[in-house]
T-cell receptor, first 112, second 114 residues
Framework: SQKIEQNSEALNIQEGKTATLTCNYTNYSPAYLQWYRQDPGRGPVFLLLIRENEKEKRKERLKVTFDTTLKQSLFHITASQPADSATYLCALEGTGGFKTIFGAGTRLFVKA | KAGVTQTPRYLIKTRGQQVTLSCSPISGHRSVSWYQQTPGQGLQFLFEYFSETQRNKGNFPGRFSGRQFSNSRSEMNVSTLELGDSALYLC?????????????FGAGTRLSVL
């Protein structure tokens, strides 16, 4: 069955460092991959989208890579700040229907 | 532009009861999706509606149902509630629900089943 894996352990980093989050998937051929941010008590907020034929996408301090051979996406936050502390969700969309599959998310803590 | 509005924000029900959750999408958005979020399972897709038609459904029992009205507002109903239905229910809207469409989420309805 389709499966998305994100690091279930929280990621703790120091302010100013680069945070790297991983999203791995199996039994799926996504056309698009998205990253969302979720703060406690709130719904997820869209951050970035990358297509299957794109290797990398950037937006300000955020960078996403997409390797369809490895079936993996990496999400980077450079010069991280305490305000970046949140849960980050990876989401896949395929061509088989109007359905988005989400990973369970990785909790990021940035210490000042 | 107003965001996605979900009501109520919190609900407490007992086993066996039924519940109806409401979602008002962003104006102009025609696709509404519903998700269940629990600490152990993450976001699980329930169903998606577009122009009052259910286009896709997740792997949930028939106790979970939904509908969409002509103004794109959507409701989700859960009958014969079970303890395991306790979760955060999230609604997301998008312009057309096509691939690559960004989903905009509401704050969710926190359902507790006692």
């Amino acid at each position: 069955s389709q499966k998305i894996e994100q690091n279930s352990e929280a990621l703790n980093i120091q302010e100013g460092k680069t945070a790297t989050l991983t999203c791995n998937y199996t039994n799926y051929s996504p056309a698009y991959l998205q990253w969302y941010r979720q703060d406690p008590g709130r719904g997820p907020v869209f951050l970035l989208l990358i297509r299957e034929n794109e290797k990398e996408k950037r937006k300000e301090r955020l960078k996403v890579t997409f390797d369809t051979t490895l079936k993996q996406s990496l999400f980077h936050i450079t010069a991280s700040q305490p305000a970046d502390s949140a849960t980050y969700l990876c989401a896949l969309e395929g061509t088989g229907g109007f359905k988005t599959i989400f990973g369970a998310g990785t909790r990021l803590f940035v210490k000042a | 532009k107003a965001g996605v509005t979900q009501t109520p924000r919190y609900l407490i029900k007992t086993r066996g009861q039924q519940v109806t959750l409401s979602c008002s999408p962003i104006s102009g958005h025609r696709s509404v999706s519903w998700y269940q979020q629990t600490p152990g399972q993450g976001l699980q897709f329930l169903f998606e509606y577009f122009s009052e038609t259910q286009r896709n459904k997740g792997n949930f029992p028939g106790r979970f149902s939904g509908r969409q009205f002509s103004n794109s507002r959507s409701e989700m109903n859960v009958s014969t509630l079970e303890l395991g239905d306790s979760a955060l229910y999230l609604c997301a809207s998008s312009l057309a629900g096509t691939l690559g469409n960004i989903q905009y989420f509401g704050a969710g309805t926190r359902l507790s089943v006692l």
